[in-house]
């Protein structure tokens, strides 16, 4: 079993920045590749980035060069660095990560305002 705790979300205007965290609990010798996904209103779940269990990290198209996504080594946190953030960047962002099963956290709420 995995828990997965986000913090870090918030309010931030167009061009400010915002680090999210990822806590991982529980059987997190079992993790490989973890991740960030996020849901906007009346909008499907969408890809964000991730990074492989051996740190190889990738995004989506619509964040690259503004989002980092980052683990330490015992895989117990993974962090998203958005920069030069937009008004669609608003969402609720989840963190995800991949064991003998798929595990997600509960969202935390990124708003970004004009």
């Known amino acids: 079993q995995v828990q997965l705790v986000e913090s870090g979300g918030g309010l931030v205007q167009a061009g400010g920045s915002l680090r999210l965290s990822c806590a991982a609990s529980?059987?997190?010798?079992?993790?490989?590749?973890m991740a960030w996904y996020r849901q906007a209103p009346g909008k499907q779940r969408e890809y964000v980035a991730d990074i492989t269990g051996s740190g190889t990290t990738n995004y989506a198209d619509s964040v690259k060069g503004r989002f980092t996504i980052s683990r330490n080594g015992a895989k117990s946190m993974v962090y998203l660095q958005m920069n030069s953030l937009k008004p669609e960047d608003t969402a609720v962002y989840y963190c995800n990560v991949q064991a003998w099963r798929q595990y997600w956290g509960q969202g935390t709420q990124v708003t970004v305002s004009l």
């Open positions: 529980g059987n997190i010798f079992s993790i490989n590749n």
